[in-house]
C-alpha cells in the first residue's frame, strides 16, 4: 500500500474537521463545489492528510480496525455520527480533493430526475484541474481525478462529453447511466470526441465498472482520436447503434466487460432481430480481453490494424440468422490475433486477410471462419490448435467466399492441427494413401483441402508389395487430385502428403 503512518491525534482532528464542514457544506449549492477558494488556504495541510485516505477507491471509509486497532475505536465512534456518503461529500468539496461525487452536484441516483447537467457538471470541474504537467503534448495530467457516480442509476438525456479537449489521467466509475427516452438515437452516453487539432483529444481515461444502459437509443462509449483508454468491468446493454466504437487513436484496451443488446442468456427466441454491433476498433493496438458479447447483429468489427482479441466469448447471435462473431473489415493489411476466444455458434469472417492469426480457440455449434475475397488477397494467415464442434450438418471448419472474385493472390497461409467434431476438418495441408494393382494411383486431397485446385508441394511414396522395382513419377495435381503413375502395373500402396 505504501501509505504513510497517521497519528491518531490527527485522524481525530481531521474527522472532526471533517463534520464541521459537512454542515457548512450542506448549505453550498453544487455551483459553490469548487469555487469555494477560502477553503484552499486552510486546508492545504489537511489535503495532505487526506490524500492518503482518498486512494480508496471510492467512499471514504476509516482505516481497517485489523490493520490499525489503535485506532478502531474512535474513528468508529465518530462516523457513527456522520453518514459514510456524507463524509465522502465534505471530502470532495474540500479544495484539492480530486473526486467528485455527482449526487453533490445534484444528480438524482435513483434513476428517476434527469441528471445529466449535474454530471456534466461534476466532469467539467473534474476537468478543469489542476494539472501536473502534461501526458502527451497537449494533454493536462489530471492526476487521476475521479468522477464518482456514488452506486447510483442515472438518468442521461445528453450524451456525456468532456467539455475540453487535451486532458489526461481521469477515472469515471462505479454506477449505472440510462439514456432517457428521448436521448439522440446516434448519441453515445459518454463520448470521448471533441473537435481539436490535438493529434490524441484524451489521453489515459479509465471507465470503470459502470453498467450502461442504452434504452435502445444509440450506443454507449464512443473513443475518437484518444490513446490508453481504459474500459473495464463494464455491462453495456440495449444500444441500437454500437456499445463501444473506437475511432482512431492508439491502444483502447477494453477489459473484462459483457455487452448485449438484450439481457439474454442464450437461445434466446427473438435472436433472429437482434441488431447493432457490441464493439467496433476503427484503428490501430487496440485489445479486447475477457469480454462476453452475449447478444448483437455482429460482435466485434475490426476496421484497423494490430488488434488483439483475447478470452472473448461471442454468443451475439447465430450465423445462421445471419449474426457474426467478428468481422474484420481491414482487407489488405489485417494483422489481428484472436487467441483463446470462444466462438459460440457465431464465426469469423476475413475480408482478403494479410496477416491474420487465430488460435487456441474453439469454435462451438457449426461455427465456421469464413475467408472472404475482396481483391483475391489471402497471406500470411495461421489458423491452427483450434477445436471445431458442431451438429454432422456437413460444415467446413474454414470457407471460403469466392462470390466477388476468386483468391488469385494465396501466399504462406496455414491452417492445420485443428480437430473437428461433427464438422468437416479443412487445411492447407493434407495426407492421403490409396492401393491397388495398377500402374496409376490417385489420392483425391479435394476434399481436406482449402484452397481449391491449389497444391504447392508433394511428398509421396510408393511402396510396391510384390518384389518389383518400378519407375514411377507424380503426373499432375489438378483439382487437388494427386496422380502417381508406374511404367508396369504392380500392386502397391501410395501416400502422398501435400500442402498448398
Ligand atoms: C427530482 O425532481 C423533483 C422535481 O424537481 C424534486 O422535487 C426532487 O427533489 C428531485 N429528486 C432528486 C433526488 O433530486
Ligand atoms: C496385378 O494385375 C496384373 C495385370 O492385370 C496381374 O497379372 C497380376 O496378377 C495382378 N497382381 C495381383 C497381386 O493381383
Ligand atoms: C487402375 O485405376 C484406374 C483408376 O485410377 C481404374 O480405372 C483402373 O481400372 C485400374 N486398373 C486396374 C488394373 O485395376
Redesign the pocket.
Known amino acids: 500500500m505504501g501509505r504513510a503512518p497517521i497519528l491518531p491525534s490527527k485522524i481525530i482532528w481531521l474527522l472532526s474537521y471533517v463534520i464541521t464542514i459537512h454542515a457548512f457544506h450542506d448549505i453550498l449549492s453544487p455551483a459553490h463545489h469548487i469555487s469555494a477558494g477560502h477553503y484552499r488556504e486552510n486546508t492545504r495541510k489537511m489535503h495532505l492528510d487526506k490524500v492518503t485516505f482518498s486512494q480508496h477507491d471510492s467512499t471514504f471509509r476509516p482505516p481497517s480496525p485489523i490493520r490499525r486497532p489503535s485506532l478502531a475505536t474512535p474513528t468508529t465512534a465518530l462516523l457513527k455520527t456522520t453518514p459514510s456518503t456524507s463524509v465522502s461529500t465534505v471530502l470532495s468539496g474540500v479544495a484539492g480533493a480530486r473526486e467528485y461525487h455527482v449526487i453533490t452536484y445534484g444528480a438524482d441516483p435513483t434513476g428517476k430526475n434527469d441528471s445529466t447537467d449535474a454530471i456534466l457538471g461534476a466532469i467539467a470541474d473534474a476537468v478543469q484541474g489542476p494539472g501536473h504537467g502534461e501526458l502527451m503534448k497537449g494533454i493536462l495530467n489530471l492526476g487521476g481525478v475521479r468522477i464518482n457516480l456514488d452506486g447510483g442509476i442515472y438518468k442521461i438525456s445528453r450524451p456525456l462529453r468532456l467539455p475540453v479537449a487535451g486532458r489526461g489521467n481521469l477515472v469515471i466509475h462505479g454506477g449505472t447511466l440510462k439514456a432517457s427516452d428521448d436521448f439522440p438515437k446516434d448519441g453515445y452516453l459518454i463520448d470521448l470526441s471533441a473537435s481539436s487539432k490535438l493529434e490524441y483529444i484524451y489521453e489515459f481515461v479509465t471507465l470503470r465498472d459502470l453498467l450502461l444502459d442504452s434504452n435502445y437509443r444509440g450506443g454507449a462509449i464512443q473513443v475518437v482520436d484518444s490513446l490508453r483508454t481504459s474500459i473495464d468491468n463494464c455491462y453495456i446493454t440495449h444500444f441500437t447503434t454500437t456499445g463501444i466504437n473506437v475511432q482512431g487513436g492508439h491502444e483502447t484496451y477494453i477489459r473484462n466487460c459483457y455487452l448485449g443488446q438484450h439481457i439474454t442468456a442464450g437461445a434466446d427466441p427473438g435472436e433472429r432481430d437482434f441488431s447493432g454491433t457490441a464493439i467496433i476498433l476503427n484503428g490501430n493496438d487496440n485489445a479486447v480481453t475477457d469480454v462476453v458479447i452475449f447478444s448483437a447483429a455482429t460482435g466485434i468489427v475490426i476496421e484497423g490494424q494490430a488488434n488483439t482479441l483475447s478470452g472473448v466469448h461471442c454468443y451475439n447471435k447465430a450465423t445462421g440468422f445471419g449474426g457474426v462473431g467478428v468481422y474484420l473489415k481491414v482487407p489488405g493489411l489485417t494483422q489481428t490475433r484472436i487467441v483463446n476466444c470462444y466462438l459460440d455458434y457465431t464465426g469469423i469472417v476475413a475480408e482478403d486477410p494479410v496477416q491474420l492469426h487465430i488460435s487456441s480457440s474453439f469454435f462451438l455449434g457449426d461455427a465456421f471462419i469464413l475467408l472472404r475475397s475482396v481483391n483475391g488477397i489471402a497471406n500470411g494467415i495461421n489458423i491452427v490448435d483450434n477445436m471445431f464442434s458442431g451438429s454432422d450438418k456437413d460444415i467446413d471448419i474454414v470457407q471460403l467466399d469466392e462470390k466477388s472474385c476468386k483468391f488469385k493472390n494465396v501466399k504462406q497461409v496455414i491452417v492445420d492441427r485443428n480437430n473437428a467434431k461433427g464438422m468437416n476438418m479443412k487445411s492447407t495441408i493434407a495426407r492421403g494413401t490409396v492401393e ?7 489420392v483425391d486431397l479435394s476434399r481436406d483441402l482449402l484452397f481449391p485446385n491449389l497444391i504447392r508441394s508433394v511428398q509421396y511414396s510408393l511402396q510396391p508389395t510384390g518384389d518389383q522395382f518400378p519407375n514411377h513419377a507424380l503426373r499432375s495435381v489438378t483439382d487437388n487430385r494427386v496422380v502417381i503413375t508406374t511404367d508396369v ?1 504392380v500392386p502397391a500402396s501410395v501416400t502422398v502428403t501435400v500442402d498448398q
Do not use: K, P, R
Open positions: 491397388g494393382n495398377n500402374s496409376s494411383w490417385m502395373v
